[in-house]
Each structure stands twice: as C-alpha cells, then as structure tokens.
C-alpha cells in the first residue's frame, strides 16, 4: 500500500502546502537559502502534514487555514530532524547528506533554529490562540523527549521508550490531528478523538521506525540501518530482547565491551521473535487510532484516516 493514497482528499492542498514550505527557503537571507532548500525539499513522506488537512476535513474546511497550520507542522518537523542529526553525528539524512555532514555543527544547530521560528511563523498566520499555544506545548515535549533518550543511553526500561517516543514523536501526529480539528471548529469530544487518532498513530509510527532500523534497507530508510543503536539508544526490539532471561550474557558483554556488546544484540535482535513482537505492540497502537475515530462522520477523510492506521504497520521505509 502506498501512503500516497491517503493523500486524495487534500491532494491539491498539500501542492499548496510544498509551496509554503518552499518559500521558506526563498523568503530567507541569500546566504541560507541552499541549506533550508536542503533540508526542506526531496524527502518524508509528509504524512504530518496531510493528518492536518484531513482532519479538517470533517467540518469547517478553510484551506488557506489549514495549509498554514500543515506547513507549520512539517517545517517544525524538519527543524528536528537537523537538530537530531547534529545530536546523533548522523552523516545521511532521507538518502543524502545531512546539514551537519555537509555544513557543520554549528550552521546545522542555527539552521534548525531558523526552521522552528518559521515553523512558528507559519502556525501565527492562523490567529488561533489554542493552536499556537498546542504548538508550543509540542515542541517543548519533542525538547523534554529528546533530552530524555539522551539521559536515559544505553538504557532498557520498557515504560520509558514508550514515554520517550511519545514525547519525542507521537505528540507531533497528536498536535497535527488535533490543530486540524480545533481549525474546523469541530465539538471538543471530536477534536478529543482526533488528537488520540494522532497520538496512537505516531506511537505506532515510531515502533515500526525502530523494527526498521533493524531489518530496513539502508537505501529505502535513507539512513544506515541500526543507527539509533549505535548512539546508545535502546528502542524497543532491544528492550523485548534485553527482557528475555537468554539476554543475561549479552548484558555481560555490554557491560564490558560496548561496542561487541552492540554487534551481538543486532545480531540476536535479527534473528529472534522480537521483531514480530513489536510488530503486534505496534498493531495494537495503530487499532486503537482507528477505534478513536469511530464515532466520526463517514467521509472520504475517515477512510483515508483509517487506511493510513493499517499503512503504518505495513510500511518498510
């Protein structure tokens, strides 16, 4: 199934949407204008985005609203991924190099700052109060998420990852969903169901992200497989694995040989059951998005919605 699909009902919102996304990069000073272009353009899915506008979809529909707000989202998203691959020393972001490897550390950090103040300049052109303030609460939690992973290296509590992930990922499909919703002005139970949509598909996202970095392939990930791994973040076919009584002698030799202690954990997360476990953790996240928009009106946007929660754990890039 392609992600594509999911996108008809807004197709030619989302054109308007690359276009503000694109002129990000042409409203910036001259000396930046390639780095932002860079970052912005040939990659994602833009599955963000497109949650926005779909959810907007089931009441009030302004488009000029709403591709604003879907702009923001995708640009606060990107803003993120060159700070986390400045974080990580990442070399390769969506299948080229990324801002960091081909610019530096410290254009990287300022050029991620540049994309989160655009990324607020865009949610401002809505002049909805409760957005602006859920976008801010949202990168405040990707700050707390990422902060936590980086506390928390090498670290294999269960409960944790899921926390982590939440603030890290999830609560940027929460708030593209809920915006939506709140733009349209529909009744609060609905932009309630929304947001949960949002949050239960970016866990599942996230999972499947993770089994990926595992049994991916470098070229359709548009990074190195097993890259989380090698920075000390311990997601969650590791944590399964690290639960089993049988990981005792790989906790040995993480203990004291790190780097050996890495090879053998990809490679017993490789060849173990852990990966189907994360598969059906990941399922049941994505079945309960579908089951927080059941009372929603049947449309075209529910059934691209519903579609999308059986995409994610589907996806191998």
């Given at each position: ?122 949610v401002a052109e809505t002049r909805n109060i409760r ?27 269960r409960e944790r990852y899921f926390q982590t992930i ?50 991916g392939q470098k070229e359709a990930l548009g990074k ?94």
């Amino acid at each position: 199934m392609s992600v594509a699909w999911t996108y008809d009902p807004v197709k030619s919102d989302m054109a308007a949407v690359e276009e503000k996304i694109a002129g990000v990069a042409r409203q910036a000073p001259a000396e930046i204008a390639e780095q932002l272009r860079h970052a912005l353009e040939g990659g994602g899915k833009r599955v963000r985005p497109a949650l926005t506008l779909l959810a907007g979809k089931f009441k009030r529909y302004n488009a000029g609203l709403m591709t604003s707000m879907a702009a923001g989202v995708e640009v606060l998203h990107t803003a993120t991924l060159v700070h986390d691959d400045t974080i990580d020393n990442a070399a390769v972001r969506r299948g080229k190099m990324s801002i960091k490897q081909r610019w530096g550390n410290s254009n990287a950090v300022l050029i991620g700052d540049y994309l989160f103040a655009s990324s607020a300049g865009l949610v401002a052109e809505t002049r909805n109060i409760r957005v602006i303030k859920l976008f801010a609460r949202t990168l405040m939690s990707i700050c707390s998420g990422e902060l936590q992973e980086s506390i928390n290296a090498f670290g294999w509590d269960r409960e944790r990852y899921f926390q982590t992930i939440s603030d890290k990922t999830a609560c940027l499909f929460a708030a593209s969903t809920e915006s939506g919703a709140v733009l349209a002005g529909l009744p609060e139970e609905s932009i309630q169901a929304l947001g949960e949509y949002g949050q239960n598909i970016g866990m599942s996202f996230q999972i499947v992200d993770d089994i990926l970095d595992f049994v991916g392939q470098k070229e359709a990930l548009g990074k190195p497989v097993t890259s989380d791994l090698a920075q000390g973040v311990f997601t969650l076919p590791v944590i399964l694995l690290l639960e089993r009584p049988a990981s005792a002698r790989v906790k040995e030799v993480l203990s004291g040989d790190r780097q050996e202690g890495i090879r053998l954990l990809t490679e017993m997360v490789r060849t173990s059951s852990v990966i189907d476990e994360c598969y059906e953790i990941a399922q049941q996240f994505s079945s309960r998005a579908s089951a927080a928009i059941e009372r929603l009106p049947r449309n075209a946007a529910h059934e691209c919605l519903t579609s999308l929660a059986a995409y994610v754990t589907e996806r191998r890039s």
